[in-house]
C-alpha cells in the first residue's frame, strides 16, 4: 500500500522560502520509472501541478515557477523535499505530494494515482 | 501555453441519472487526459487516464471519452457519493508537463 505524508511549516513570511518534506511508504525511487510530484491549490481553487522528480534524479517543474521551485529527494528516508524560494500570499495554498503512475504500455507518466493529506500553508506576515 | 476547460462550472443532478462533464485543450493532446474527482476537505483521487482506462478501484459507472481536443467524463447511476469537484488533467511526455482544468462542481439534487 502506497501512502505520502507532507510536513512542514504552516505559516511563512513573505519573502522567505519554503521547505516541504513528502515522507512515503509503498514504493522506493531507486526503482525504475518511479516518480513524486508536487501539487498545490489555492482556497477554494483550481490544482496546479508545480513540480516532479524521477527515480533517475532529473527533475521537471511548471515553467511558470521554475525559478523559484527545487525538488531533492532522499532515497534512504524515502523522501522528497521541495523547497520554494520568494514566498508571496499569491503562494498560499494546500500543497500536496503524489505518487506518479508509470503507464507502461504508453511509456507515459498519466496522472497521479495517490495524493498524500496536504499540508496548508500561509503566507503572511 | 495548453489550456485546459471544463464546462459547466456545476451541475446539478438527481439520484440515479447521468452526469455529462467536459474538458476541452486549446491544442491536440492526443488521448492524454486524466480525470480526478475530489470532494470537500480532500485529496483528490485519480479516476480515469489515457482518456478512458479507468484508475484501480473505479467503478464502471465513470467512463471517459474522447480525443485531441475535446473530452467527457460520464457518470451513470449518480449517488449521492458523487457530490464532488471533477478536475481533467493533461499530460505530456515531453516536456513532461501536467496541467489541469478549473474544475466543474457536481451536485446531487
Known amino acids: 500500500q502506497i501512502t505520502l505524508k507532507e510536513s512542514g511549516p504552516t505559516l511563512v513570511k513573505p519573502t522567505q522560502t519554503l521547505t516541504l518534506t513528502c515522507s512515503f511508504s509503498?514504493?522506493?525511487?531507486?526503482?525504475?520509472?518511479?516518480?513524486v510530484g508536487w501539487i498545490r491549490q489555492p482556497p477554494g481553487k483550481a490544482l496546479e501541478w508545480l513540480a516532479l522528480?524521477?527515480?533517475?534524479?532529473?527533475?521537471r517543474h511548471t515553467p511558470s515557477l521554475n525559478t523559484r521551485l527545487t525538488v531533492t529527494k532522499d532515497t534512504s528516508k524515502n523522501q522528497v523535499v521541495l523547497t520554494m524560494t520568494n514566498m508571496d500570499p499569491v503562494d498560499t495554498a494546500t500543497y500536496y505530494c503524489?505518487?506518479?503512475?508509470?503507464?507502461?504500455?504508453?511509456?507515459?507518466?498519466?496522472?497521479?494515482?495517490?495524493w498524500g493529506q496536504g499540508a496548508l500553508v500561509v503566507v503572511s506576515s | 501555453e495548453l489550456v485546459m476547460t471544463q464546462s459547466p462550472a456545476t451541475l446539478s443532478v438527481s439520484p440515479g441519472e447521468s452526469a455529462t462533464l467536459s474538458c476541452g485543450a486549446s491544442?491536440?493532446?492526443?488521448?492524454?487526459l486524466a480525470w480526478y474527482q475530489q470532494k470537500p476537505g480532500q485529496s483528490p483521487r485519480l479516476l480515469i487516464y489515457?482518456?478512458?482506462t479507468r484508475a484501480a478501484g473505479i467503478p464502471a459507472r465513470f467512463s471517459g471519452s474522447g480525443s485531441g481536443t475535446e473530452f467527457t467524463l460520464t457518470i451513470s447511476s449518480l449517488q449521492s457519493e458523487d457530490s464532488a469537484v471533477y478536475y481533467c488533467?493533461?499530460?505530456?511526455?515531453?516536456?513532461?508537463?501536467?496541467?489541469f482544468g478549473p474544475g466543474t462542481k457536481v451536485d446531487i439534487k
Open positions: 503524489a505518487h506518479i503512475l508509470y503507464d507502461s504500455w504508453s511509456g507515459y507518466y498519466v496522472g497521479f494515482d495517490t
Open positions: 509503498g514504493f522506493s525511487l531507486k526503482n525504475k520509472n518511479v516518480a
Open positions: 522528480i524521477y527515480w533517475n534524479d532529473n527533475t
Open positions: 491544442q491536440g493532446i492526443s488521448s492524454n
Open positions: 489515457a482518456t478512458s
Open positions: 488533467q493533461q499530460y505530456s511526455n515531453w516536456p513532461p508537463i501536467f496541467t
